[in-house]
């Protein structure tokens, strides 16, 4: 009876540890890709801001080298004369397939 009773009490105590545990398996996952995709656009960014100002121009959205799970899209306007504004966007499916994306945005000017 003793021994019964320790068995329910540690699967009433282990369950509860065990979906702890999954859940932040699950978080640490979603917060690795979100890293790799804001570095990724980052990169970009950078690369971008050392091109000549007349080679930067928008992109369509294509695989990221050595990154096959993301996706990366380049997005410039031109608000005024000698001013791009430059939008990077990364993109990567989670879960059932669901694509989600971070963003970051800078200006670029010509003198």
């Known amino acids: 009876m003793e021994v019964l009773m320790v068995l329910i009490f540690i699967a009433a105590v282990l369950v509860p540890l065990l979906q702890v545990f ?3 398996v699950l978080v640490s996952g979603e ?3 979100s890293n790799t995709a804001i570095i990724l656009a980052q990169r970009k960014i950078e690369e971008l801001r050392n091109s000549a100002y007349t080679s930067i ?3 369509a959205k294509a695989a990221v080298t050595a990154y096959p799970a993301y996706k990366s899209q380049v997005v410039v306007n ?3 004369t000698n001013l ?9 499916s ?3 397939g669901n694509e989600i994306s971070v963003s970051l945005e ?5 003198f």
């Open 106 to 110: 800078t200006y670029v000017a010509n």
């Open 84 to 92: 791009k504004d430059v939008t990077v966007i990364v993109f990567w």
């Open 57 to 59: 121009s928008s992109e």
């Open 94 to 96: 989670h879960g059932a």
């Open 22 to 24: 999954s859940a932040g």
């Open 31 to 33: 917060a690795k890709d």
């Open 78 to 80: 031109t608000p005024s």
